[in-house]
């Protein structure tokens, strides 16, 4: 009796392990499958998204020459030159490159904003760093800091107002520089000092 009731148990046990080993590989191949989906799912995504990217860069680099095409390049640069800075200055400021060159798509409709030769004349330049870091520093929009330094660059008696609103102060001298090089017609200067 106790004989018959041990061969039965180890039947049983026997049966419940085979049961246990038939479950656990069906576990183990539905596991695989779920894992190869998720690989093939985080694969998808990483390739939509950099289809994703390369189609906003495309869009925003269209924009770019666009607005140097509609103001007649009054800015001196290209459009491949703009790229080129917004890559820089996404590297240095953590900035999404794209949203870089966006915030220049708008600093280029301002024509008085413009590079011109001479060390130290790259105006557009000096002025999309500066607006890179304006944003920085207050945690505003880049958009938005690009278009308030292009409008205190396009007129900079106004531009000084428009800044000072905003918290940039001037010294007493820096303000009546100004007023002096914008009566005499020198708006590079004027700008330079508000730069």
């Known amino acids: 009796l106790i004989t018959g009731n041990a061969k039965g148990a180890q039947k049983a046990f026997g049966d419940l392990e085979k049961s246990a080993g038939k479950s656990g590989k069906k576990a183990e191949s539905s596991l695989d499958k ?11 995504a990483a390739v939509y998204g950099a289809f994703s990217a390369f189609d906003d860069a495309q869009k925003v680099m269209a924009q770019t020459e666009a607005v ?8 001196n ?3 491949g030159e703009v790229n080129d800075l917004a890559s820089a200055l996404s590297k240095k400021g953590g900035i999404d ?12 409709t301002f024509t008085n904003v413009r590079n011109e030769v001479g060390e130290g004349n790259d105006i557009f330049n000096q ?7 304006y944003a920085a520093a207050t945690k505003t929009d880049v958009v938005n800091a690009n278009k308030m330094l292009g409008k205190a660059l396009q007129d ?3 531009g000084m107002g428009l800044l000072t609103k905003a918290g940039v102060q001037f010294s007493d001298q820096q303000k ?20």
């Open 34 to 44: 779920l894992n190869g989906k998720l690989i093939g799912f985080g694969v998808g």
């Open 68 to 75: 140097i095409k509609s103001t007649g390049g009054a800015a």
């Open 77 to 79: 640069v290209s459009a």
């Open 97 to 108: 490159d794209e949203l870089v060159q966006s915030g220049q798509n708008m600093l280029l």
């Open 127 to 133: 002025a999309t760093e500066a607006a890179n870091d």
């Open 156 to 158: 900079p008696l106004k």
């Open 176 to 195: 009546d520089s100004i007023k002096t090089m914008v009566a005499a017609g020198d708006t590079m200067g004027a700008q330079k000092v508000i730069l």
